[in-house]
């Protein structure tokens, strides 16, 4: 059994920015595909960013391309989403994954049911 713990989020302004971090116990990640979702109230989880288990490969859903950025230090076992220019929109509980498994396809790194651990969440809200 893996415990991952998330932190970061809050409150900010539109245009503002916020860093969220994410980190298993007792267990380091190198080995594992790690990714973010969201869910905003009344609306389904969507796929935020990933990386593959190398870090080699990195996606993100296009409404977050420019803005978020994911990144891990295996050193210090710790996963990061940075988000800058924070729009309205991207209100949401956010959630990280980690996945045993070492594809590096979109296809297959966006889909939440390939992830076998998951954080209990991080609400994030922004303002106008």
């Known amino acids: 059994q893996v415990q991952v713990i998330e932190s970061g989020g809050g409150l900010a302004q539109a245009g503002g920015s916020l860093s969220l971090s994410c980190a298993p116990k007792r267990r380091a990640f190198s080995r594992y595909a790690m990714a973010w979702f969201r869910q905003a109230p009344g609306k389904g989880r969507e796929f935020v960013a990933a990386l593959d288990w190398s870090a080699e490969y990195s996606h993100y859903v296009d409404s977050v391309k420019g803005r978020f950025t994911v990144s891990r230090d295996n050193a210090k076992n710790t996963m990061y989403l940075q988000m800058s220019d924070l729009k309205p929109d991207d209100t949401a509980t956010y959630y990280c994954?980690?996945?045993?498994?070492?594809?590096?396809?979109?296809?297959?790194?966006?889909?939440?049911?390939?992830?076998?651990?998951w954080g209990q969440g991080t609400q994030v809200i922004v303002s106008s």
């Open positions: 994954a980690l996945g045993d498994m070492y594809a590096r396809t979109y296809d297959t790194l966006s889909r939440p049911e390939n992830y076998n651990y």
